[in-house]
């Protein structure tokens, strides 16, 4: 199948630090790419790939499961580490989900993790019924688009397929058992007006994992795509400073040199 116009997968090479970023659950990479690129643009190698079953349309991600989603976000960390001195991870969302677990399954090979917005369980009644809904009903309404800026649109699907969404249940259960094994410096950045996932989810990664050095920002002006909405640019900025305190290298000419 093609792949939607703006889903396709993005990368960078540039210094010796880079950035693996992975976008959510039905969405894609249009979501990330403007903070790809800005990051791109300030000397950072970069990986956004897009996840199997994404990026097409919404049947061919009936036949994926988070296994598949995990894989390939693990693969590029992996080619990113054999380029860059420095790796760190971010998501959005379900992205989020899957930058953590990174980071608790690769220790020091992750120098730090940025999240907005990361989910961490399905809620609501129907999270209960996926086990015995997903085998009567092929699919429900989308997620995508929970954005406050006026014509902001997100690339992705208008239907989940209740198989994808009975594995990303599981996921989720996965990466919560693993949280305590974070232990990197965090940066997670949250919409008190997120439609898509509650606070509760941050809350949830704040007390599980166990990092030091932690920092939460408040997205108030923007909903759940965050990386698409009014708070955009602070979410850039704020990553890179981020990155530069823990990698100094990041915007001085060694570092750009290679792009």
Sequence with gaps: MPVLPGAEPYRHD????????????????????????????????????????????WEDME?????????????????????????????????GALALRLAARHGVAVSGVV??????????????????ARHLVRSTKGIT???????????GYDRVPLHAAHSLRTFFRVVDGELPQVTQPLLLLRSPQDHVVPPADSARILSRVS???????LLEQSHHVATLDNDADRIFEESLAFIGRLAPSVGKEGTAAGG
């Design 115 to 132: 999240v907005v917005n990361p989910a961490n369980k399905v809620h609501g009644l129907s999270a209960y019924a996926l086990p015995v």
């Design 14 to 57: 540039g210094g010796e630090v880079g950035v693996l970023l992975c976008h959510g659950f039905t969405g894609s990479p249009q979501s990330l790419r403007p903070w790809a690129e800005y990051l791109a643009e300030r000397g950072v190698s970069v990986s956004l790939p897009l996840l199997p079953g994404h990026g097409t349309r």
């Design 211 to 217: 990092c030091t050095d932690v920092r939460e920002v």
């Design 145 to 155: 688009s929970d954005i406050a800026r006026p014509g902001g649109v997100e690339v």
């Design 63 to 95: 036949l994926t499961g988070w296994q598949d989603w995990y894989a390939e976000v693990d693969r590029e960390l992996r080619a990113l580490g054999r380029r860059c001195a420095q790796v760190f991870v971010f998501g959005l969302s379900m992205g």
